[in-house]
């Protein structure tokens, strides 16, 4: 089976990492005699195989020695702050409805109208990469969106700017939209040429979530690009790592 | 024309009485169906002749249900149908024990359910009726023949009855060595949580997935639910662990944190599963996470997170038992080697088409990844329905597979792909919801008969009935496919056409599927009879 000479190849190699050399790390003589425990309890649950109980078991050997060097952890973080993942809309999704998402990370959603989304390859309709996300109205207008998944609230940290890059045609209609925690919006017509989009939201008092969606609610056509979200002001690289309950 | 008050009430008396002299009371159609045909008014009596008399035989402990069709000539007002007692020599089976339900709008399909009768109902003349009746045989039932009765009255006064022949076996069914349950989302009350538990539970089900709208302990460290839940879960008697699909929503409910490769994601994942962790380790009661949710949607980018978070858990959470969600190929033989359990679909080709055509729930793919990779495999989201969870899973645990989890019980506000309708504590059952049930009976059927038979191939004794049971059992096994796609995809039925274990002569008033597990039982009553020692019978 070929497949199991890629996962060969995927086990030898930090997947994203860029290939950090992780040190060592030493477990405590306690922590390991604890994951012996609930290795037993796995293996008489019927949730361990053999096999894997003894490699887990050898791991854990490699872990009280000092010899084990992980390499699934990751020691580093994107250069710049985003929230958003794929925010170029470069992982399309083939496979997907027109009145869907057609992007890997983003969800979509349509409230009726005859919209499509899909991916934009045109030069001059990219900003840059190779695609572009292009929302289409065919018909009649409506509503349709993209959406962020649920994004954390950073403890302390009220407000955040959404920016994307945005181009136009016809007579479109482009609704940015902070929800569900957050409240901000924005809508705007947008013109044939380039231009950045920039809207601030505000977390709502105790919440914990929001969701940014991305709507379309005229008719023509909008091509969105290097979409970005983080949070204002100075933001300390430990109350970035440390969320509200770590 | 507009009449006055006291001259309309009078015409409105009179055409009462006319009405009224029509006929009530006039012949009521009614006939024993097959419920494993689909529950539409073409539906033909069993077998192709009518009847009203239902065959039944059930081990006890056992629901065992029978589908009839009714249909009067004439109106009938105040239709109903009530069940009487089972009696026999050895015997009575109380009426509390029988449950007649309509077939009943819900999804459509095998996704209709069957509701309680209520109160009466008028009932046009020519509008046919679909009923269920499902016998609880109580476990102290003494073995013997029982009958009893579905009286179908119109104002009281019977109209049409339908007999109920039961024969409670000998017999002891074996809680089958798997781990078979649905996704679960939580009512977010204690008392819905014990009747849904409870519900499973009879419907022969050994695990829970709880999925959706359980607490993830994100932004806190609050894992009371869960604790709650493991609790509620030993309480209903499940006998497997259980199989903890919320977790698969971090890669999403995490997203703002980073990538999965990001040291930020990373921690935060890390934190919250070793707080669920802690929650496990608090209670009695053994826990598999799953991680991620079949990343085949969304490419070899996703199967490449995939494989980061997998081999994360295995390095830095060895403690936690994992598993994924996964319908492709390439996704389940990369993730695999750093998995407990690999649990699959059929899988398809992914949004790139990477899988060209491969297909997973198969012999050859069963054993290949247990060669290649430590893993255990399991089955999400393989089917529901009678085959997928009896006949068939028996014949393809033979290489390996321990547990097969549906989608979904109670699947947000009754949304489609729900298998019960849930007000509250209140349960209405899908057609797929029963079958699934009877699926799980064929499989204690045969596991029974293959424990039986490894006693009495270690005594040494009972030889002659255990070669007829071996017999039986290989029969039935070569008659199943190893391979699901011939039966999703390929037109595949069971039983195939021909394929019958019981002369016809006892296989009289038996569905071709009834038939199959008489046979079952009939050689654990031989193989019983055959070995010596009280605790055989």
């Known amino acids: ?246 | 024309m507009r009449l006055n008050r006291p001259l309309s009430a009078l015409a409105g008396a009179a055409l009462a009485l006319t009405l009224a002299a029509g006929p009530l009371h006039a012949a009521v159609e009614l006939y024993v169906t097959d419920y494993l045909a689909p529950q539409v008014k073409t539906i033909r009596p069993l077998g192709g002749s009518p009847t009203n008399v239902a065959r039944l035989f059930a081990a006890p402990g056992e629901y065992e249900p029978v589908s009839f069709a009714v249909r009067p000539d004439a109106r009938v007002e105040q239709m109903f149908i009530a069940p009487t007692d089972l009696t026999g020599p050895k015997g009575r089976i109380p009426k509390e024990n029988i449950r007649i339900q309509s077939v009943e709008s819900y999804h459509g399909g095998d996704r209709d359910i069957l509701m309680d009768l209520g109160g009466p109902w008028d009932m046009p003349a020519y509008r046919r009726g679909l009923f269920w009746v499902t016998v609880h045989v109580p476990d102290s039932a003494p073995a013997g023949r029982y009958q009893g009765q579905a009286v179908v009255t119109g104002k009281g006064k019977p109209l049409a009855r339908l007999t109920l022949e039961l024969e409670t076996l000998p017999i002891k069914l074996e809680e089958p060595p798997f781990a078979l349950g649905y996704n679960y989302s939580s009512p977010k009350d204690a008392e819905a949580l014990a009747a849904h538990l409870a519900d499973m539970r009879a419907h022969g089900m050994t695990t829970v997935a709880p999925l959706y709208n359980f607490h993830l302990p994100i932004y806190d460290a609050d894992t009371s639910e869960l604790g709650e839940f493991i609790e509620a879960y030993r309480r209903a008697g499940f006998t497997q662990p259980i199989y903890f699909g919320s977790p698969m929503q971090l890669i999403s409910r995490l997203a703002g944190y980073g990538p999965v490769d990001s040291a930020r994601f990373q921690q935060k994942f890390l934190a919250v599963m070793r707080r669920l962790h802690a929650e496990e380790r608090r209670h009695d009661t053994p826990l598999l996470f799953s991680i991620a949710d079949e990343l085949t949607n969304k490419g070899r980018p996703g199967i490449e997170q995939g494989a980061l978070l997998a081999r994360l858990c295995f390095e830095e959470l060895p403690e936690i038992a994992v598993t994924a969600d996964m319908n492709g190929w390439l996704e389940v033989t990369t993730l695999a080697p750093w998995l407990n359990v690999a649990t699959f679909n059929n899988g398809w080709d992914g949004i790139d088409h990477h899988n060209h055509g491969r297909r997973l729930i198969n012999r050859e793919f069963i054993l290949n990844l247990q060669r290649r990779t430590d893993a255990i495999p399991w089955f999400v989201n393989a089917g529901s329905g009678r085959f997928p969870f009896g006949f068939f899973f028996w014949k393809i645990a033979k290489y390996g597979v321990r547990g097969k989890v549906e989608w979904y019980y109670n699947l947000g506000d009754n949304e489609r792909g729900s298998l019960v309708r849930a007000e509250g504590k209140t349960v209405w059952p899908t057609l797929a919801y029963e079958r699934s049930r009877e699926g799980v009976d064929d499989l204690k059927y045969l596991v029974t008969l293959e424990r039986l038979l490894a006693k009495a191939r270690r005594s040494g004794r009972a030889a002659a009935a255990a070669r007829r049971a071996e017999g039986l059992l290989a029969r039935i096994a070569d008659g199943i496919q190893d391979n699901w796609t011939a039966y999703a995809e390929g037109g595949e039925t069971f039983p195939g056409d021909g394929f019958d274990v019981m002369a016809p002569s006892q296989a009289a008033g038996l569905s071709r599927y009834q038939a199959l597990r008489r046979a079952v039982a009939d050689a654990i009553v031989d193989l019983q009879k055959a070995l010596p020692g009280p605790a055989n019978r």
């Open chain 1, 1 to 246: 089976m070929k497949a199991f000479a890629l996962l060969a190849l995927l086990a030898a190699m930090p997947l994203f990492a860029g290939g950090d050399v992780k040190p060592p790390v030493r477990w405590s003589a306690d922590r390991a005699a604890q994951v012996r425990r609930d290795l037993d309890r796995m293996k008489r649950a019927g949730l361990i195989s053999e096999r894997q109980y003894r490699r887990k078991c050898a791991m854990l050997e490699q872990r009280l020695a000092g010899t084990f060097k992980p390499a699934a952890l990751s020691h580093t973080n994107p250069p710049e702050l985003n929230f958003i993942q794929n925010g170029g809309f470069e992982q399309i999704n083939r496979n997907s409805a027109r009145n869907r998402s057609r992007w890997l990370w983003w969800g979509g959603w349509s409230w009726g109208g005859d919209y499509e989304n899909s991916w934009e390859n045109r030069p001059e309709y990219v900003h840059s990469g190779k695609y572009s996300a292009r929302i289409r109205c065919l018909g009649k207008p409506g509503r349709i969106g993209i959406s962020t998944p649920k994004l954390p609230v950073l403890p302390g940290v009220k407000k955040y700017q959404f920016s994307v890059w945005a181009k136009g045609e016809g007579e479109n209609q482009l609704f940015l939209n902070f929800e569900a925690g957050a409240r901000g919006s924005l809508r705007k017509k947008i013109g044939p040429k380039w231009e950045q989009v920039v809207l601030e939201g505000e977390a709502e008092p105790g919440a914990r979530e929001f969701t940014l969606y991305i709507y379309a609610t005229g008719r023509g056509t909008i091509w969105l690009d290097d979409a970005r979200l983080a949070p204002v002001g100075n933001i300390k690289k430990p109350s970035l790592r440390r969320s509200s309950c770590d």
